[in-house]
């Protein structure tokens, strides 16, 4: 199964949660592969001890754009089991230059057909835009992982980003599913937090997952160590929520 991490918007917790959720089903016991289809690279210093690969190391641009295997350039993470496919700044520029190539938006599901079966679980950590390589992650992907932050500004484009996957299902995936909205920085002190996981429980009552992801320092923290909340503090809030999450994403899968 591939899940696509999701949202137009940034600092919402997506790659985030990207990482801690596919850490958590790898800690479960199983194989699972982080692509990081972002140019930021958050989600490749995430988990490889606040490393970057060097320069000239093969990652995700060279996988789009130079038709490199998802084999050659995935590497290991600090989590057994979960390798990752990294990113870099070279991949900025791959939502223009794969205009103008032939079958430009299925680039990313050929890359990665070749792999699937040797992994249960699979997460892209999307750009926050709605670009050609996002594109290409909704039409790789089988189902989607939607964070909103807890903050009426995150409520804006929800609706208009359901339009669009909407739209995808429709002319270009018709297996792709919304697998759940994770609610993300929940704020129990705030009347605002509350009435934001409200609302969006109301216009999507049956496709927001019943965890919420607290705001936690810890969570802030574990990227300058380079790895997941839930390995860098198990036992604290952010991970239990983590954890609750995978195991509806394995429920709901």
Known sequence: ???AVVNQKGGVGKTT????IAACLAEAGN???LVDADPQANATSGVLRGERPGPGTPGMADVLLDGASVAD??????????DLVPSSADLAGAAVELVDRENRDTVMANALAPVAAEYPYIFIDCPPSLDLVTVNALLAADRLIVPVQCEYYALEGLSRLMETIGEVR???NPQLRVSGILMTMHDPR???SGEVIAEVRRHFPSQVFNSVVPRNVRVTESPSFGEPVIRYDPHCA?????????????SRG
């Open 1 to 3: 199964m591939i899940y």
């Open 190 to 192: 705030t009347r605002i």
């Open 238 to 250: 952010a991970a239990d929520a983590y954890f609750e999450v995978a195991k509806e994403v394995a």
């Open 31 to 33: 194989r699972v592969l």
């Open 17 to 20: 949660s990207a990482i801690n």
């Open 170 to 172: 429709a002319r270009l």
């Open 73 to 82: 350039v995935r590497i290991p993470t600090v989590v057994p089991g979960m």
